[in-house]
Nanobody, 123 residues
Framework: QAPLAESGGGSVQPGGSLKLTCEVI????????MAWFRQGPAKGREVVAAIGGGSEYYSDFVKGRFTASTDDFDKKWSLQMNDLQPEDTGIYYC??????????????????WGQGTQVTVSS
């Protein structure tokens, strides 16, 4: 069983919004870097946003549209996605690690992963 669980995915029209939530479901404590990745159709996995050291970090393609936040420090965090576009379609994964992140992390920086939730944006 994956130690993290995403929820909140679904289908929306362009311009719509969704809020993803990630919860720790295993006995994991002391996480210091919480992140979101996505993998679009026929694309590799790319980082979307991360929270670490009291700051949030975003990829250029979501700046101004997505907001990452912690709901229960290292036990639950969210990704509010506004003005969704078809290119945002993909499987969204949450990930985390005990090591601190001071910038957008890479996949290999994070040891704990969820199984992903589908986000589809189409008219």
């Amino acid at each position: 069983q994956a130690p993290l669980a995403e929820s909140g995915g679904g289908s929306v029209q362009p311009g719509g919004s969704l809020k993803l939530t990630c919860e720790v479901i295993g006995y994991i404590y002391g996480l210091n870097c919480m992140a979101w990745f996505r993998q679009g159709p026929a694309k590799g996995r790319e980082v979307v946003a991360a929270i670490g050291g009291g700051s949030e970090y975003y990829s250029d393609f979501v700046k101004g549209r997505f907001t990452a936040s912690t709901d229960d420090f290292d036990k639950k965090w969210s990704l509010q996605m506004n003005d969704l576009q078809p290119e945002d379609t993909g499987i969204y994964y949450c990930a985390a690690d005990h090591s601190m992140c001071w910038a957008l992390p890479t996949e290999t920086d994070l040891a704990q992963w969820g199984q992903g939730t589908q986000v589809t944006v189409s008219s």
